[in-house]
């Protein structure tokens, strides 16, 4: 399924942050998991349990993550295939839509601090 991931995350560079187009065309044979990782950040300790890239693939549904830069809250969300996304996404915490996508390369949200991956926490299908 990297391939598929692969392909979402250049079109998602293709047409702009703040957009996200889900295919409708999966290979459902092929075993699709995400995994999540813990990652942890060696400066203040802040941790979040995310994909190793911003997007993954569930069964059904993409999982993308952002950052809102107004609480520096780090959340998921799911697109269900054949979505067409377009627009702001609003933090779940502060409603706010100063949102952009984020990864765990990105670093920690709070300080900025480097985040240690500290393995697989629960993997979905
Ligand atoms: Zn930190
Ligand atoms: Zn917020």
């Given amino acids: 399924m990297k391939q598929n991931i692969r392909f979402f995350c250049i ?18 044979t092929a075993v699709i998991m995400a995994e999540l990782h813990l990652y942890k950040c060696k400066k203040c300790g802040w941790e979040v349990e ?47 839509y100063n949102t952009q996508d984020w990864e765990p390369n990105d670093g920690c949200p709070k300080c900025g601090g480097e985040l240690e991956n500290q393995g697989v926490t629960c993997l979905m299908d």
Wanted: hydrophobic share 35%; with cysteine.
């Fill in 11 to 28: 079109l998602l560079e293709l047409i702009g942050k703040n957009c996200i187009f889900v295919a409708e065309k999966v290979d459902k």
């Fill in 50 to 96: 995310a994909p190793s890239e911003s997007t993954d693939m569930l069964m059904d549904s993409i999982m993308a993550c952002y950052v809102c830069h107004d609480c520096q809250h780090v959340f998921k969300k799911y697109y269900a295939l054949g979505t067409v996304f377009n627009g702001k996404v609003s933090c779940p915490q502060c409603k706010g």
